[in-house]
Nanobody, 121 residues
Framework: QVQLVESGGGLVQPGGSLRLSCAAS????????MDWYRQAPGKERELVAT???????NYADAVKGRFTISKDNAKNTWYLQMNSLKPEDTAVYYC???????????????WGQGTLATVSE
């Protein structure tokens, strides 16, 4: 069983920065995809950024050039550096991992509990 714990949310002014962390307890399998999602009030959850086990990254158009996803495999932790924050970035941010033993297996998925990031004057 894998548990994910996010940290780093808070209140920041527009233009400011936050760094979110997601620490995983338990074994992270070698084939994995680590993500950050967010859900703003009254909106559906959306994918923000992805990093694969090979290190490839992908971002939602709304955050490209402002957010950076990274990971530390030794610590079983991945991060979301959020710069130039806008009020529309206000949301609960969730980390997520999908992993499997090999391409012959289906993915197991785990979610964190979420951390609130508020961008406001």
């Amino acid at each position: 069983q894998v548990q994910l714990v996010e940290s780093g949310g808070g209140l920041v002014q527009p233009g400011g920065s936050l760094r979110l962390s997601c620490a995983a307890s338990g074994r992270i399998l070698s084939i994995n995809i680590m993500d950050w999602y967010r859900q703003a009030p009254g909106k559906e959850r959306e994918l923000v950024a992805t990093i694969t086990s090979g290190g490839s990254t992908n971002y939602a158009d709304a955050v490209k050039g402002r957010f950076t996803i990274s990971k530390d495999n030794a610590k079983n932790t991945w991060y979301l550096q959020m710069n130039s924050l806008k009020p529309e970035d206000t949301a609960v941010y969730y980390c997520h991992v999908a992993m499997r033993y090999s391409p012959s297996y289906s993915f197991d998925e785990y979610w964190g509990q979420g951390t609130l990031a508020t961008v406001s004057e």
